[in-house]
């Protein structure tokens, strides 16, 4: 028997979610089809606010509900330090791992020339002139222990060896080739507790 083509376009676009396989997207709509009229419209709804509310914040290009995001608003944090990472999702993995106090910036991806993305296209403008406002004493670079993060991560060393004092990067813990998203929270800490200088 053939399923309606209404849920098989549910399954569809479930099954574009990352790590969300085909079984799994079906279970899902399922789910959400044999739920009650008021949960399955709350969950409409809550999709749409967050995809029409959630914005980049004007500051780090992190997650906002606004201009500026929760971290960038909050006067307690350091701002001596900035953790340069390659996703939004990865500032709520290391905030999770409660081990930093500092800022962030969000690069918005890492240099690929295999897939097009030159340093023109990450947001290290931006930081160029963050740095240039903020005088940081410590850079942490947090990109993704990858062949694009790496490149990155020596990229911004080049770029900001002789106008940050203390240039450093997440170590031990982290495996080659993983991502900061999966990372659990001990491990995370230890990347951080363990950062080396790249500057010595």
Known sequence: MNL???LNQLIEELAKLPGIGRKTAK????SIILKSDQEAKALAIAI????SSIRSCRICFGLADGEICQICSDP???TDIICVVEDPRNIFT???SNVYHGVYHVLQGAISPFQGISPDKLRITELEQRVQEMHPKELILSTNPTLEGEAT???LVDMFKDKVPVITRIAR???AGSDLEFADVNTL???FEGRTDYLK
């Open 153 to 155: 991560a020596h990229y």
């Open 173 to 175: 813990g982290m495996p």
């Open 189 to 191: 800490a230890r990347a």
């Open 48 to 51: 749409t606010n967050a995809k």
């Open 76 to 78: 307690k944090r350091n």
């Open 94 to 96: 290391i905030e999770n």
């Open 4 to 6: 309606p083509d209404s």
């Open 27 to 30: 279970r899902l709509a399922f």
